[in-house]
């Protein structure tokens, strides 16, 4: 019985292990911060930083950003409101973070 009981315990945690690593590879948005859309410059600058593997973008008007892997596959695209957002990404790399008026490459 203990046996048993022994497998049925190593088998559920073999399963299991494919969806914990799955879930820590998908990408989560976060908003920090939210803005009043305010009228401003079509070109106005959009500030991008890292802070302990977690990618910070701000913006004052609404702007679609994707991030593509060094390879250029699409890991995630979203398009954001006026504010902060946060975006952690599931492992560290380079990654392309491309907006409407920006290109800039990212070191995770």
Do not use: H
Request: with cysteine.
């Amino acid at each position: 019985m203990n046996r048993i009981l022994a497998l049925m315990v190593l088998q559920f945690a073999v399963a299991a292990m494919p969806l914990a690593a799955a879930d820590s590879r998908v990408p989560l948005w976060e908003t920090v911060e939210v803005r009043d859309e305010t009228p401003t410059v079509e070109n106005e600058p959009i500030e991008i930083t890292t802070r302990e593997r977690q990618i910070y973008i701000t913006t004052s008007r609404p702007v679609e950003i994707c991030v593509y892997s060094i390879l250029g596959q699409l890991i995630t695209k979203r398009k954001i409101s006026p504010g902060t957002v946060r975006l952690t990404l599931g492992s560290r790399g380079v990654y392309i973070l491309k907006t409407d008026t920006a290109t800039r490459r990212i070191n995770l």
